[in-house]
T-cell receptor
Framework: GAVVSQHPSRVICKSGTSVKIECRSLDFQATTMFWYRQFPKQSLMLMATSNEGSKATYEQGVEKDKFLINHASLTLSTLTVTSAHPEDSSFYIC???????????????FGNGTRLTVT | AQSVSQHNHHVILSEAASLELGCNYSYGGTVNLFWYVQYPGQHLQLLLKYFSGDPLVKGIKGFEAEFIKSKFSFNLRKPSVQWSDTAEYFCAVNRYSGGGADGLTFGKGTHLIIQP
């Protein structure tokens, strides 16, 4: 159980266009989801915390107007990269916490990630 | 801001060798510590975690890690590695803010290659 699915797994887009990435919890409800990005040979960096029904909390240095996050249901969070540029090319990964598991020791379940390439 | 440092970026071992991957974090408050593994083409999987209690924690697949608070370290160990342990290993810290855990802060990862 506890499967998190990301779609698409790979996407190539032209500079200036917008791309939407979906993160779904398939067999559980997730009040909280997290979005990370990973540059080649670097660590995963937390971008934002997505809470169902409320605004996302962004980490310092992450542009909220560029990386739009919507968490409209308990099983789906979306990340939209607006007006994408080549420097936005990266690996984006989401993770989810099962609803009700709000304690600090609850596990996070990760998606397989989305490889975004902006040309 | 908290940070996580993994000392070994690439490690190459022969099968049956012993493994120790270093991890240090910088944060003075209460933290929860994790090791994740990412096999080629797969998603991150939790190997083990430390929240409190016995500082020596045992995880899946024969891995263990020891939390040494005075050294801000959480090193991963395995007495005898197998070829199937070839993967990327990430150490991570979760700062407990009291109202629900923050997202994780990851180290840069260690690429482990086990030679048959």
């Amino acid at each position: 159980g506890a499967v998190v699915s990301q779609h698409p797994s790979r996407v190539i887009c032209k500079s200036g266009t917008s791309v939407k990435i979906e993160c779904r919890s398939l067999d559980f409800q997730a009040t909280t989801m997290f979005w990370y990005r990973q540059f080649p040979k670097q660590s995963l960096m937390l971008m934002a915390t997505s809470n169902e029904g409320s605004k996302a909390t962004y980490e310092q240095g992450v542009e909220k107007d560029k990386f739009l996050i919507n968490h409209a249901s308990l099983t789906l969070s979306t990340l939209t990269v607006t007006s994408a540029h080549p420097e936005d090319s990266s690996f984006y990964i989401c993770s989810a916490r099962r609803s009700g598991d709000q304690s600090y020791n609850s596990p996070l379940h990760f998606g397989n990630g989305t490889r975004l390439t902006v040309t | 801001a908290q940070s996580v440092s993994q000392h070994n970026h690439h490690v190459i071992l022969s099968e049956a060798a012993s493994l120790e991957l270093g991890c240090n974090y910088s944060y003075g408050g209460t933290v929860n510590l994790f090791w994740y593994v990412q096999y080629p083409g797969q998603h991150l999987q939790l190997l083990l975690k430390y929240f409190s209690g016995d500082p020596l924690v045992k995880g899946i697949k024969g891995f263990e890690a020891e939390f040494i608070k005075s050294k801000f370290s959480f090193n991963l160990r395995k007495p005898s590695v197998q070829w199937s342990d070839t993967a990327e290993y990430f150490c991570a810290v979760n700062r407990y803010s009291g109202g629900g855990a923050d997202g994780l802060t990851f180290g840069k990862g260690t690429h482990l290659i086990i030679q048959p």
